[in-house]
């Protein structure tokens, strides 16, 4: 079950991506309301494996590919558009890939991106790394940003709005991609150890 979320919120991402090809302001909108779906999801499929005693090794890494695929398909396609500057999709997606393949490193050695069998050996690491609440913080500052690009460039929503939904977007792009950075730094010093 936890992986058919995985998968179907991987999907959805693209079903978004065709969305936004139609420029209404109601197939915006329900692009946000789908965009918030496919993040609660995200959380949901980890919940839904647990509490099944699902969880295993593949489940966890569908999971992160299925993270990498629905991030890297919003910043590319932001950028596509010129809603965002190319170096954030290249920068997160760069970002991902390394941290990915060194993840995959440890995975040989038995050990997990997160939990008990976790990678991460260092407070520090396992706080900004491996924590839920870290975890949770990237999970919502995605939503916000992927959510909050989408409404700035709806027809007929920048106009009553202004300058502050603009404002508000770039902020939260930024310190998403900000918030992306720190999180992947613990998986390259700690990766040393691995190499």
Not at 29 to 53: H, K, N, P, S
Not at 73 to 81: D, E, R, S
Request: net charge positive; hydrophobic share 60%.
């Amino acid at each position: 079950m936890a992986n058919l979320i995985t998968l179907a919120r991987t999907l959805l991402a693209f079903l978004v991506v065709a969305m936004l090809h139609v420029r209404t302001t109601q197939v915006y909108l329900a692009a946000v309301g789908l965009t918030l779906a496919l993040i609660w999801m995200d959380a949901l499929d980890g919940y839904v494996a647990r509490v099944r005693r699902e969880a295993s090794t593949f489940g966890a890494v569908a999971d992160i590919l299925g993270d990498r695929i629905v991030e890297m398909t919003y910043w590319i396609l932001f950028a596509v558009f010129g809603w965002v500057p190319v170096w954030v999709a290249i920068l997160v997606s760069a970002r991902g890939i390394v941290v990915d393949g060194l993840r995959a490193i440890a995975l040989q050695r038995g050990l997990t991106a997160f939990g008990a069998t976790s990678m991460m050996a260092s407070p520090l690491g396992r706080l900004l790394v491996s924590s839920r609440a870290s975890r949770a913080a990237y999970g919502i500052g995605k939503a916000l940003a992927f959510c909050l690009v989408i409404l700035l460039f709806t027809p007929g929503v920048l106009a009553p709005v202004g300058g502050a939904l603009h404002t508000a977007t770039y902020a939260v792009v930024y310190g998403t991609v900000f918030l992306c950075l720190i999180r992947g730094a613990p998986v390259l010093i700690e990766a040393r150890r691995l190499l």
